[in-house]
């Protein structure tokens, strides 16, 4: 085989990789479609703890109440923007006190964690006035742990989409056409006419999902995709189409 050969076998078949193409048998071409676009987001969520401890798991739990309806009423307190908050009882157990090596044990102090989200426009500023205003009543912005994982929210801070579905329906169809052009791209370079679609399959959605693990604790939000960037909220499509080559 000349090099000159094996100069064009290796162009066609890098040009056939960029376009995202597998052909599943000589009568067909398949592809790969993709779209991806950048929104701005219209909600934010501010995630805060609040714990109570106490000698009695009785006095925790009056602790903790006490400190959730303070931290509540600071953020609240002159700020109508605040659309909702959500409050979920993470745990009820032992303060994390205690030290490894460690002999001389004290006893248990009971305590209970809670975990407040905080629905509000998509405004940094005003983000940052209710965290500082959170703390200083004695919320905290992390899970007091002794565990953490990769890939945990770091971020005190999401914003999300609050209607993400005609989005998603609007990407899907950017993404057909995408496959659309690149098997015609294929066809025309392969010297054939496509046929009908013989099959439309693997439609995927992607971005940050709105389930994300905050110290092994999953946080729910509302909304379907989140990202710590108020201006850069993700959503990806892919969708792969197989076409038949007309016959002569």
Same mark, same amino acid.
């Given at each position: 085989?000349?090099?000159?050969?094996?100069?064009?076998?290796?162009?066609?078949?890098?040009?056939?990789?960029?376009?995202?193409?597998?052909?599943?048998?000589?009568?067909?071409?398949?592809?790969?479609?993709?779209?991806?676009?950048?929104?701005?987001?219209?909600?934010?969520?501010?995630?805060?703890?609040?714990?109570?401890?106490?000698?009695?798991?009785?006095?925790?739990?009056?602790?903790?109440?006490?400190?959730?309806?303070?931290?509540?009423?600071?953020?609240? @307190?002159?700020?109508? !923007? %605040?659309? =909702?908050?959500? *409050?979920?009882?993470?745990?009820?157990?032992?303060?994390? #006190? /205690?030290?490894?090596?460690?002999?001389?044990?004290?006893?248990?102090?009971?305590?209970?964690?809670?975990?407040?989200?905080?629905?509000?426009?998509?405004?940094? @500023?005003?983000?940052? !006035? %209710?965290? =500082?205003?959170? *703390?200083?009543?004695?919320?905290?912005?992390?899970?007091? #742990? /002794?565990?953490?994982?990769?890939?945990?929210?770091?971020?005190?801070?999401?914003?999300?989409?609050?209607?993400?579905?005609?989005?998603?329906?609007?990407?899907?169809?950017?993404?057909? !056409?995408?496959?659309?052009?690149?098997?015609?791209?294929?066809?025309?370079?392969?010297?054939?006419?496509?046929?009908?679609?013989?099959?439309?399959?693997?439609?995927?959605?992607?971005?940050?999902?709105?389930?994300?693990?905050?110290?092994?604790?999953?946080?729910?939000?509302?909304?379907?995709?989140?990202?710590?960037?108020?201006?850069?909220?993700?959503?990806?499509?892919?969708?792969?189409?197989?076409?038949?080559?007309?016959?002569?």
């Amino acid at each position: 085989m000349t090099t000159h050969v094996k100069s064009w076998i290796t162009g066609v078949a890098a040009m056939m990789l960029t376009l995202g193409i597998f052909a599943e048998d000589a009568g067909t071409i398949a592809v790969s479609g993709t779209a991806e676009k950048t929104f701005k987001a219209d909600v934010g969520y501010i995630v805060l703890y609040v714990q109570g401890d106490g000698i009695l798991m009785v006095d925790a739990v009056k602790k903790a109440d006490e400190n959730t309806e303070a931290v509540i009423a600071a953020i609240k @307190e002159g700020r109508e !923007e %605040i659309k =909702d908050i959500q *409050i979920n009882l993470l745990e009820i157990g032992e303060k994390g #006190s /205690h030290f490894y090596g460690n002999q001389d044990r004290e006893p248990p102090r009971p305590q209970l964690s809670r975990q407040l989200i905080v629905t509000i426009p998509p405004r940094p @500023e005003l983000a940052v !006035e %209710i965290i =500082d205003s959170a *703390i200083r009543t004695g919320a905290t912005l992390s899970r007091q #742990s /002794h565990t953490s994982y990769s890939g945990d929210l770091k971020s005190a801070v999401v914003y999300g989409l609050l209607d993400s579905e005609q989005h998603e329906i609007a990407l899907k169809k950017e993404a057909l !056409e995408d496959a659309k052009q690149k098997a015609e791209a294929l066809a025309e370079l392969a010297g054939v006419k496509l046929a009908n679609v013989k099959s439309i399959g693997c439609q995927s959605i992607s971005g940050i999902h709105h389930q994300i693990r905050s110290f092994s604790q999953m946080i729910e939000f509302p909304t379907e995709y989140v990202d710590t960037d108020p201006d850069a909220i993700k959503i990806g499509a892919s969708i792969s189409m197989t076409f038949e080559i007309a016959g002569d």
